[in-house]
Structures are given as C-alpha cells and as structure tokens.
C-alpha cells in the first residue's frame, strides 16, 4: 500500500545527463523530506540529496554538489533528480526514500519508505 517507485535510469556516457524520478502511492509526500540515496557494487549506501517537504532545503553529498539537482511536486506525488555532467563514479543504484526531516549528512536522517531502485550506468 505504501510504495515508492523510481524510474528513469539507464546508460549515459560520461558529460551527460539523466533525470530520474520517484512516485509515491499509499501515501502523500507533502510531509515527508524526500532523499536520494545510492548504492554501487560492493560499496556501502551513500546519500546523494535531501529535499525538505516544502522544498525550501536542498542538501547534497559533495561528490555530486553543482552537477545534481533535487526537485519536487507535492501536487503530483513525486520526487525528481537532475543529474548533469555524470561521471563513471556516478554509477550505481538510486534509490528515493521519505523521512520527516532532512539532516546536515544525510546519512544521518531516517527513511522510512524505499523505493526498488534505478540502474545508472556512466560508461564510454
């Protein structure tokens, strides 16, 4: 019942860009702040963007702070992510997950809801 699901990953070579989103069903996101996290083969989950539920706070990991870019529209549900200038680094799984707040790091914040994930894949 309470569901997010992401989309818009894929293959990219390294310069381009990609805007993933995150839908929500069961439940409203006008309350929740909304993250982007990221998990790359045998690499820990590392936080990506914190979007607070009004959308007034932006935060981002330093790795991708000036190339992304959190978006939201509470009216419809969902979440976005602009990802420009990506880099092989970049590749990994996204995921979206709804807390309450957005924290400094954002690792630090809790997420109660996830989606499945989306394949971005950076490669020449």
């Known amino acids: 019942q309470w569901k997010l699901v992401e989309s818009g990953g894929g293959l990219v070579q390294p310069g381009g860009s990609l805007r993933l989103s995150c839908t929500a069903s069961g439940f409203t996101l006008n309350y929740h702040a909304m993250a982007w996290f990221r998990q790359a083969p045998g690499k820990e989950r590392e936080g990506v963007s914190c979007i607070s539920p009004s959308g007034g706070t932006e935060i981002y990991a330093d790795s991708v702070k000036g190339r992304f870019t959190a978006s939201r529209d509470n009216a419809n549900n969902m979440v976005y992510l602009q990802m420009n200038s990506l880099e092989p680094e970049d590749t990994a799984v996204y995921y979206c997950?709804?807390?309450?707040?957005?924290?400094?790091?954002?690792?630090?914040?809790?997420?109660?809801?996830w989606g499945q994930g989306t394949q971005v894949t950076v490669s020449s």
């Open positions: 997950a709804a807390g309450y707040y957005c924290s400094t790091y954002i690792g630090d914040g809790k997420y109660d809801f």
